[in-house]
């Protein structure tokens, strides 16, 4: 399992250099202007991904519990119902795509905010939307073939031609936005490197995992009924994710210029990456979840989600702890021109509440879920999007961005409890018990750590890359010898002196 986790945090690593890379490039290459209208245009295809109903989720979670029982018809009928099912539903999503393209066109664009962008720019966008909308359509069908990676476990393949995908996005991003530097460009970048993940990853299960075939199935009412009880949940999980997290673009793009959706978003987009380091523990736990719930092994289960909930939390207040402080100076040194002093307000504000959410998205939500216990995640995070949206919209006229920075933050907090309740009644754990072992160590070395950075930042002028970064290694080196030498040791589920011991006795057998 931490073979699994360890290579999905590589293939974050690199998702995080390749966004450190693109961000500041593409911003600066069409200006924030522009730059706002294409978080506009992500945000209004962005619903439409909600079609897929939770499919590609649900399927992980039944080809995990077929695999697990040597089920090898079972899981190629599972799979090939998915792919019809998402055949379908593609075909749905690019007619609803109209609507999305008439709000768009119509009420979006006949703003008056919308008078500094040109005749030629709105031409760019409208083709842009098309193909993003295209690109949703066709995606649930292009990510299926994940699914077979994910229930095998196989998440070291997977993760090297996503890998590659990310390569190439970067690649084809600088060499054409050099070339021509605009959203249309940037559009077709997106579809064709979807495409050529989707053959990549289909080429390369047929090798590894032959006995799951991927074609389509005549859908029965039996076999999708039984994909479909479980997606809805996972469904309404994904509409809350994007209310909560996605749809702020509009909110703004409605309520203030282009350009404060691009600023908003520079402060929201660091996230991404960090979510997905948090992320990529949960595509490991839920299928290991669904599998040891198959078993009957609950306390196995316990096990794991108490190791990784600390886990986690540790990963959260190392990144965080140095966001909060540092946060706006390493925005400004990292965006360059475009940079803007409230992008640092909303990010310190998003990370406050991130600091509660974080360990819970990453480890409750898939543990819940891997138990089929979808109910609380599914309406949960709905809720929560809701609330995200209900506040934003109503802070949003007043307060402008920071207005929906507390729109987002709120929610996440007492949402979050919600989930970590859920969590733990259902593992028989206590909440006292859980936060014992998971922040009662954590929190002090977080506070020696993040106030000795503050004292530093006092004393020191940080700005510009070079003393930015390099008070970011030597906090991260504190905080690390910190958590080795007090969170972690004696640890139950994770002792870092018996792996310190192991790794001194592995150095001396070489030597």
């Given at each position: 399992?931490?073979?699994?986790?360890?290579?999905?945090?590589?293939?974050?690593?690199?998702?995080?250099?390749?966004?450190?890379?693109?961000?500041?490039?593409?911003?600066?290459?069409?200006?924030?202007?522009?730059?706002?209208?294409?978080?506009?245009?992500?945000?209004?295809?962005?619903?439409?991904?909600?079609?897929?109903?939770?499919?590609?989720?649900?399927?992980?979670?039944?080809?995990?519990?077929?695999?697990?029982?040597?089920?090898?018809?079972?899981?190629?009928?599972?799979?090939?119902?998915?792919?019809?099912?998402?055949?379908?539903?593609?075909?749905?999503?690019?007619?609803?795509?109209?609507?999305?393209?008439?709000?768009?066109?119509?009420?979006?664009?006949?703003?008056?905010?919308?008078?500094?962008?040109?005749?030629?720019?709105?031409?760019?966008?409208?083709?842009?939307?098309?193909?993003?909308?295209?690109?949703?359509?066709?995606?649930?069908?292009?990510?299926?073939?994940?699914?077979?990676?994910?229930?095998?476990?196989?998440?070291?393949?997977?993760?090297?031609?996503?890998?590659?995908?990310?390569?190439?996005?970067?690649?084809?991003?600088?060499?054409?936005?050099?070339?021509?530097?605009?959203?249309?460009?940037?559009?077709?970048?997106?579809?064709?490197?979807?495409?050529?993940?989707?053959?990549?990853?289909?080429?390369?299960?047929?090798?590894?995992?032959?006995?799951?075939?991927?074609?389509?199935?005549?859908?029965?009412?039996?076999?999708?009924?039984?994909?479909?009880?479980?997606?809805?949940?996972?469904?309404?999980?994904?509409?809350?994710?994007?209310?909560?997290?996605?749809?702020?673009?509009?909110?703004?793009?409605?309520?203030?210029?282009?350009?404060?959706?691009?600023?908003?978003?520079?402060?929201?987009?660091?996230?991404?990456?960090?979510?997905?380091?948090?992320?990529?523990?949960?595509?490991?736990?839920?299928?290991?979840?669904?599998?040891?719930?198959?078993?009957?092994?609950?306390?196995?289960?316990?096990?794991?989600?108490?190791?990784?909930?600390?886990?986690?939390?540790?990963?959260?207040?190392?990144?965080?702890?140095?966001?909060?402080?540092?946060?706006?100076?390493?925005?400004?040194?990292?965006?360059?021109?475009?940079?803007?002093?409230?992008?640092?307000?909303?990010?310190?504000?998003?990370?406050?509440?991130?600091?509660?959410?974080?360990?819970?998205?990453?480890?409750?939500?898939?543990?819940l879920m891997g138990l089929g216990h979808a109910k609380v995640p599914g309406y949960?995070?709905?809720?929560?999007?809701?609330?995200?949206?209900?506040?934003?919209?109503?802070?949003?006229?007043?307060?402008?961005?920071?207005?929906?920075?507390?729109?987002?933050?709120?929610?996440?907090?007492?949402?979050?409890?919600?989930?970590?309740?859920?969590?733990?009644?259902?593992?028989?754990?206590?909440?006292?018990?859980?936060?014992?072992?998971?922040?009662?160590?954590?929190?002090?070395?977080?506070?020696?750590?993040?106030?000795?950075?503050?004292?530093g930042a006092q004393q020191i002028p940080l700005h510009g890359y070079p003393r930015?970064?390099?008070?970011?290694?030597?906090?991260?080196?504190?905080?690390?010898?910190?958590?080795?030498?007090?969170?972690?040791?004696?640890?139950?589920?994770?002792?870092?002196?018996?792996?310190?011991?192991?790794?001194?006795?592995?150095?001396?057998?070489?030597?």
């Amino acid at each position: 399992m931490l073979r699994s986790i360890s290579s999905n945090w590589s293939l974050n690593a690199l998702q995080i250099v390749v966004f450190m890379v693109l961000t500041p490039f593409t911003a600066n290459a069409v200006g924030n202007d522009t730059y706002g209208i294409w978080e506009i245009i992500v945000a209004a295809s962005g619903p439409l991904q909600l079609l897929s109903l939770g499919l590609p989720m649900a399927t992980v979670r039944a080809l995990s519990s077929a695999i697990a029982r040597e089920d090898g018809p079972a899981a190629t009928k599972a799979l090939g119902t998915s792919l019809s099912l998402t055949l379908v539903l593609g075909v749905v999503a690019a007619l609803l795509g109209i609507v999305a393209y008439g709000a768009f066109t119509g009420p979006l664009m006949a703003d008056p905010r919308w008078d500094v962008v040109t005749e030629t720019e709105r031409h760019k966008a409208t083709i842009a939307l098309i193909v993003m909308l295209a690109n949703v359509a066709l995606g649930f069908a292009l990510k299926l073939p994940y699914a077979i990676f994910d229930a095998h476990h196989d998440f070291v393949a997977r993760n090297l031609i996503m890998g590659g995908g990310l390569l190439a996005k970067l690649g084809a991003t600088v060499a054409l936005l050099s070339w021509r530097a605009d959203l249309v460009t940037l559009a077709w970048v997106q579809i064709g490197i979807a495409a050529l993940e989707f053959l990549v990853a289909m080429l390369s299960s047929r090798k590894r995992h032959p006995l799951v075939h991927f074609k389509p199935q005549r859908i029965e009412w039996v076999e999708a009924r039984s994909l479909l009880s479980f997606s809805v949940f996972a469904f309404l999980l994904n509409m809350g994710a994007l209310l909560a997290f996605r749809i702020d673009a509009l909110v703004i793009g409605f309520n203030a210029p282009t350009a404060d959706v691009a600023i908003y978003g520079y402060g929201n987009k660091i996230f991404d990456p960090f979510i997905s380091i948090l992320l990529a523990i949960g595509m490991v736990l839920m299928p290991m979840a669904a599998s040891s719930a198959s078993r009957g092994d609950l306390d196995d289960i316990r096990a794991e989600f108490q190791k990784w909930s600390k886990i986690a939390a540790t990963i959260v207040m190392l990144i965080g702890g140095y966001l909060i402080v540092l946060g706006p100076n390493f925005l400004e040194a990292w965006l360059g021109d475009v940079y803007s002093p409230i992008s640092g307000r909303v990010l310190q504000i998003l990370m406050v509440s991130f600091f509660f959410f974080l360990p819970i998205r990453g480890v409750a939500l898939p543990v819940l879920m891997g138990l089929g216990h979808a109910k609380v995640p599914g309406y949960g995070l709905l809720g929560m999007g809701v609330a995200n949206l209900l506040l934003s919209l109503a802070l949003v006229g007043e307060y402008g961005i920071m207005g929906v920075a507390f729109g987002t933050a709120i929610p996440n907090v007492v949402f979050s409890i919600v989930f970590l309740w859920d969590a733990c009644r259902r593992l028989d754990l206590s909440l006292g018990e859980w936060f014992r072992y998971t922040f009662g160590r954590l929190l002090p070395i977080t506070v020696v750590a993040s106030g000795a950075l503050a004292l530093g930042a006092q004393q020191i002028p940080l700005h510009g890359y070079p003393r930015v970064v390099a008070a970011g290694v030597l906090y991260s080196a504190l905080f690390v010898v910190l958590a080795l030498m007090f969170v972690f040791r004696g640890d139950r589920f994770l002792d870092t002196d018996a792996l310190m011991a192991r790794l001194m006795d592995k150095l001396r057998n070489r030597k």
